[in-house]
């Protein structure tokens, strides 16, 4: 437990704090400004849809790349490995914390874009006199898709968080990272788009079938990852 | 007397090249053991070995501090971890939840390198000394038996490197710590240590109590004259050399200062200064050193 506490405190005043605001409220007040600019009015689901769509092609996987590179340049840059790698027990442990790390932050910024797009949408129908949005506010239903799009995110996530915490350099991951989602956009309609970790999450607002296929390829994945991981990142040499 | 830690045939080979050779380390205990050589030596190299960050392709390492007390070992590898995002406090404290200290360790630890007074302010702003004493006051948390530090005098001004002298002497005194400390800075580690490993090219060139290496290395004369000295000592059978980082000044091998005397007065010279030297570790570094290297 304490690795893990004392993960969260070298977040302390980073950038990977700053990020995880950032990312779901900057979608949201972009939804706001196109709602402020919209001739007709659109009902309260599709809005959200729409906002939890862009959220699922480009903003999670840009900002799980950034944020696995800032978790893992926090050590780089630090010379972190050097002190917690030396410290007695067993190595993966903090390569644990890490991961840890990344799934409740990403977590937090899911809360965030559901709290942002749902404020989004009233603050912008306030605004325009309440004839922007029509229907009830769906929250249950935005909070459900955001929550299964985290979940299948989780495999891309562990495989950026892999490499970011495998290479000194942030280069490899943020290339990676944008390979993915690009290949992510490109594939988005494909039968194989299934498979690609990247497009996982896109997939939750797909058919029932192939949401559930993404959500199982993807806790799926991570299960057997995790460990993989592990226990290839406790072996390297900090030479 | 007991052995805090003993290393036996490291090997470490990085391409074609063995980093560390072959390399044996027999680290008394309460001793403040002074690991010396040259830059590329193979020095960090062990330290890490000796720390299990790298692994060594070859030997075995036995540390007596891991099997007792806090089963703990303090170390400072080349540049300090600092977190630049964290106060000087938090970073201590991050050390301190790891290894499960009492609390109090942290203003301890900041105490004894003097840092108290910068404790609240974010680490990104230390100069490279305060980052140097940041660096030791990490690994002096939890009280550790065993201190691995590596170059710990980087970055510090004279003031600071005599603190740091201080603080191993006192730590050895004290809380019979065991210290190994690299350097290639031989009369730094020469004026703290009680034992000495002289590495070059990986291996383990002269190892033992400092008092013993001494004795082994024949005293010199250093003396101040005018640029015709040299010439007069040869004359006079006298080997004198320039003394290295000491412009005008000549290091002759011989124990006997009245023949220097003699020879540049006979000759005119004038002598502005003259010094028996005790040997130094740095003479016979030099003489081993470049044993290994015609051997190699």
Redesign the interface.
């Given at each position: 437990m304490?690795?893990l506490?004392?993960e969260v405190?070298?977040l302390?005043?980073?950038l990977a704090l700053w990020l995880v605001v950032a990312a779901p409220t900057s979608l949201a007040a972009l939804s706001f400004l196109i709602l402020l600019d919209r001739d007709k009015p659109v009902a309260w689901q599709i809005f959200a849809d729409g906002t939890a769509a862009i959220w699922a092609y480009l903003m999670l996987p840009m900002a799980v790349t950034a944020l696995s590179v800032l978790l893992a340049q926090?050590e780089q840059?630090?010379?972190?490995?050097?002190?917690?790698?030396?410290?007695?027990g067993w190595r993966g442990r903090f390569f644990a914390a890490k991961a840890a790390v990344l799934v409740l932050l990403t977590a937090a910024m899911s809360v965030l874009l559901v709290a942002g797009t749902t404020l989004a949408g009233i603050a912008a129908d306030g605004l325009r006199g309440g004839i922007v949005l029509t229907g009830d506010v769906p929250a249950a239903h935005l909070a459900g898709l955001i929550a299964r799009m985290w979940a299948a995110g989780s495999l891309m996530a562990l495989i950026q968080l892999w490499v970011a915490l495998r290479v000194r350099s942030f280069v490899p991951p943020l290339v990676l990272g944008i390979g993915g989602t690009l290949i992510g956009v490109v594939t988005a309609s494909a039968k194989q788009g299934i498979y690609v970790p990247w497009l996982l999450a896109v997939n939750v607002l797909s058919t029932p079938d192939r949401a559930t296929t993404a959500m199982t390829v993807s806790l799926l994945g991570s299960a057997l990852l995790l460990p993989a991981m592990l226990i290839d990142l406790a072996r390297i040499?900090?030479? | 007397m007991e052995t805090a830690l003993l290393a036996q045939g490291l090997y470490k080979r990085?391409g074609d090249r063995a980093a560390v050779d072959g390399l044996d380390m027999i680290v008394p205990s309460s001793a403040i053991y002074g690991f010396l050589g040259r830059n590329g030596a193979g020095k960090t190299?062990t330290m890490?070995m000796l720390?299990?960050?790298?692994?060594p392709d070859a030997g075995c390492i036995t540390m007596a501090a891991?099997a007792t007390g806090p089963?703990?070992?303090g170390?400072l590898?080349?540049?300090?971890?600092?977190?630049?995002?964290?106060t000087g406090r938090?970073n201590i404290?991050?050390?301190r939840?790891?290894?499960?200290a009492d609390r109090g360790d942290v203003d301890r630890v900041l105490a004894i390198v003097g840092l108290t007074w910068a404790a609240g302010r974010?680490a990104g702003g230390y100069s490279l000394g305060m980052r140097q004493r940041l660096g030791i006051a990490?690994a002096l948390v939890g009280q550790p038996r065993l201190l691995l530090l590596d170059e710990p005098t980087n970055g510090l001004d004279p003031d600071g490197i005599a603190d740091v002298r201080l603080l191993l002497a006192r730590l050895v005194a004290e809380d019979a710590v065991t210290v190994v400390v690299s350097s290639h800075q031989l009369d730094e580690i020469e004026r703290v240590a009680t034992h000495i490993g002289l590495v070059a090219a990986g291996k383990m060139i002269a190892e033992g109590p400092i008092s013993t290496l001494r004795a082994g290395v024949a005293p010199a004369v250093q003396v101040d004259s005018d640029e015709r000295a040299a010439a007069v000592l040869a004359t006079a059978g006298l080997t004198a050399v320039p003394t290295t980082g000491e412009p005008g000044r000549l290091t002759v091998d011989t124990d006997a200062p009245e023949r220097v005397a003699a020879a540049l007065v006979g000759a005119g010279c004038p002598v502005t200064r003259l010094v028996r030297r005790e040997g130094r570790l740095e003479h016979l570094f030099a003489t081993m050193a470049g044993t290994t290297k015609e051997a190699a």
């Amino acid at each position: 437990m304490s690795v893990l506490i004392t993960e969260v405190m070298r977040l302390r005043r980073s950038l990977a704090l700053w990020l995880v605001v950032a990312a779901p409220t900057s979608l949201a007040a972009l939804s706001f400004l196109i709602l402020l600019d919209r001739d007709k009015p659109v009902a309260w689901q599709i809005f959200a849809d729409g906002t939890a769509a862009i959220w699922a092609y480009l903003m999670l996987p840009m900002a799980v790349t950034a944020l696995s590179v800032l978790l893992a340049q926090i050590e780089q840059a630090a010379r972190g490995w050097d002190h917690l790698l030396a410290l007695p027990g067993w190595r993966g442990r903090f390569f644990a914390a890490k991961a840890a790390v990344l799934v409740l932050l990403t977590a937090a910024m899911s809360v965030l874009l559901v709290a942002g797009t749902t404020l989004a949408g009233i603050a912008a129908d306030g605004l325009r006199g309440g004839i922007v949005l029509t229907g009830d506010v769906p929250a249950a239903h935005l909070a459900g898709l955001i929550a299964r799009m985290w979940a299948a995110g989780s495999l891309m996530a562990l495989i950026q968080l892999w490499v970011a915490l495998r290479v000194r350099s942030f280069v490899p991951p943020l290339v990676l990272g944008i390979g993915g989602t690009l290949i992510g956009v490109v594939t988005a309609s494909a039968k194989q788009g299934i498979y690609v970790p990247w497009l996982l999450a896109v997939n939750v607002l797909s058919t029932p079938d192939r949401a559930t296929t993404a959500m199982t390829v993807s806790l799926l994945g991570s299960a057997l990852l995790l460990p993989a991981m592990l226990i290839d990142l406790a072996r390297i040499e900090r030479g | 007397m007991e052995t805090a830690l003993l290393a036996q045939g490291l090997y470490k080979r990085y391409g074609d090249r063995a980093a560390v050779d072959g390399l044996d380390m027999i680290v008394p205990s309460s001793a403040i053991y002074g690991f010396l050589g040259r830059n590329g030596a193979g020095k960090t190299t062990t330290m890490r070995m000796l720390l299990g960050l790298v692994r060594p392709d070859a030997g075995c390492i036995t540390m007596a501090a891991a099997a007792t007390g806090p089963a703990r070992i303090g170390a400072l590898i080349e540049a300090p971890t600092i977190w630049d995002n964290l106060t000087g406090r938090e970073n201590i404290e991050v050390t301190r939840r790891l290894i499960g200290a009492d609390r109090g360790d942290v203003d301890r630890v900041l105490a004894i390198v003097g840092l108290t007074w910068a404790a609240g302010r974010r680490a990104g702003g230390y100069s490279l000394g305060m980052r140097q004493r940041l660096g030791i006051a990490r690994a002096l948390v939890g009280q550790p038996r065993l201190l691995l530090l590596d170059e710990p005098t980087n970055g510090l001004d004279p003031d600071g490197i005599a603190d740091v002298r201080l603080l191993l002497a006192r730590l050895v005194a004290e809380d019979a710590v065991t210290v190994v400390v690299s350097s290639h800075q031989l009369d730094e580690i020469e004026r703290v240590a009680t034992h000495i490993g002289l590495v070059a090219a990986g291996k383990m060139i002269a190892e033992g109590p400092i008092s013993t290496l001494r004795a082994g290395v024949a005293p010199a004369v250093q003396v101040d004259s005018d640029e015709r000295a040299a010439a007069v000592l040869a004359t006079a059978g006298l080997t004198a050399v320039p003394t290295t980082g000491e412009p005008g000044r000549l290091t002759v091998d011989t124990d006997a200062p009245e023949r220097v005397a003699a020879a540049l007065v006979g000759a005119g010279c004038p002598v502005t200064r003259l010094v028996r030297r005790e040997g130094r570790l740095e003479h016979l570094f030099a003489t081993m050193a470049g044993t290994t290297k015609e051997a190699a």
